[in-house]
């Protein structure tokens, strides 16, 4: 991965650290030398010779490129004088003053070797959250400062439900444009990377999934001068205590540079100490991917274009636990809340011929039920059945949720990190679960009290009254939620944050200041 005549700026360095040792061990011999300690001075001038030899073998790599040449040359005749003050075993002022030259041309040599293009590596785990960097490398890509490299990394799916540990590789899940490296013929020492770009912070703290303790976050470190973490998710709620982990966790503790969607959540992360150096604020290149990706041109299924074609179109999105809760509070009649309101959305569709639903159900809820709640499987199963039977409904267990996103005219969902980025598409957004508290809404980045809810203790209204307010082109909220967003939420909602992350990064290069902590 090195090209001729570049020498990567951790390795420049690394370099120059070691060629000062050499003038604290010159400083040494003058002492023992003094001493008339002279297996010392052997010693002291053995360990000079070799370290000088290394580091030219090391030029010796790169193309002959007249600075690295030069230097080579002067570390020989550096090394010829050690060797002839070993031979006469005597050390004069003189000789210290000339190896001390010596050894400041090639420090002043090394410096001034070209780094050539930035080497970028971005290091995505899972497919499903290669979003979070995937504009960062487009920028990349598009940098003729820049050579960036994907390199997915394998990891291994824990936890109590999970037999046996198996490690799952998903570099063949990414689209087709983007250009795989493969992790196993990749050498991060080798290249020494100027950046290298993660979004999984938890290292061997997550209770779901790991990734191959080579990538650990402190291990990354020693490969690169700036390690950057970005966020595979969007920050909505926070709650003191339970929101903990995503702000206090390895990555985010070894990263010089975290990528930041607002100054709110900049705030947030200052609180738990992170100094402001360190935060980034450019906005959350996921929304890149949504801005962006709402400008394409869908190829619809067929069935979603025989079932929804010229109807109003609602995603209904399911989270993950919301099932399973509702059948654990159950009160003494069996009453089952969750059964309850997606009855209720179904019969309000299949009542109105103009209305069509989308059900994006979480991707897991059919296996953690199935694993944890088996009870709650039959409905869920059914309900399914009766989607893809109805003629103005239609199931997504799709990968992508981009699909639904763009069809929809609306979302009516439980409380789900998917709300945060449904509502960049600037449509209205119903949750039918308890309203937010002030307190913990003025808390949080993403103030969800600029949605409209279904009860109505919380200001809320029915599903046909939403269904058909949104029918009649209104939305009350609209600008109170865009002010939100853009005030608040995320900065740079115009699919322009992951070209700004570059441009930071590639300007905190630029000036030196990696590593200052």
Known sequence: MLRGGIVRLKKKKELINILKTLKQLHNKMSEVISRKEVNILQRLLIDCQQTAIDIGTFLEKEEKEETIKETVGILEIYCEKIYQISK??????????????????????????????KLLVFMPYKASMWTSLESIWKAASEDNNCEAVVMPIPYFEIGQYVKGLHMKYEGDKFPQYVPITDWQTFSLEDVMPDAIFIHNPYDDGNTLTTIHPNYYSDVLKQYTDCLV?????????????????????????????VIVQSDFVKKIYQSYGHSSDKLVVTGSPKTDAIVNRLKDKFEYPEEWISKLEGKKVFLLNTHLSYFPTAYLNRDKYGYDYAQRYHEQILKAVLNNPEWGLIWRPHPLLFSMANNNFPECVEYAEKFAERIEKAPNCVLDCSADYMMAFSRSDALITTYSSLVNEYLITEKPVMIFQTRVSDENANNSPIDMRVNYFRFPKSQGMTFEHFMQMVTEGQDPRRQERMDMLNDRAFANLDGTAGRKALTHILSYLQEGEVCKR
Do not use: C
Request: without cysteine.
């Open 88 to 117: 006469s075993v005597i050390f004069t002022k003189q000789q210290k003053q000339e190896i001390d030259r010596l050894i400041d041309e090639v420090v002043h040599n090394i410096d001034d070797i070209p780094s050539g293009k």
């Open 229 to 257: 973490y970005v966020p595979y998710f969007t920050m909505g709620s926070y709650i003191k205590g339970r929101s903990d982990f995503q702000y206090v966790n390895k990555g985010t503790e070894n990263a010089d540079k």
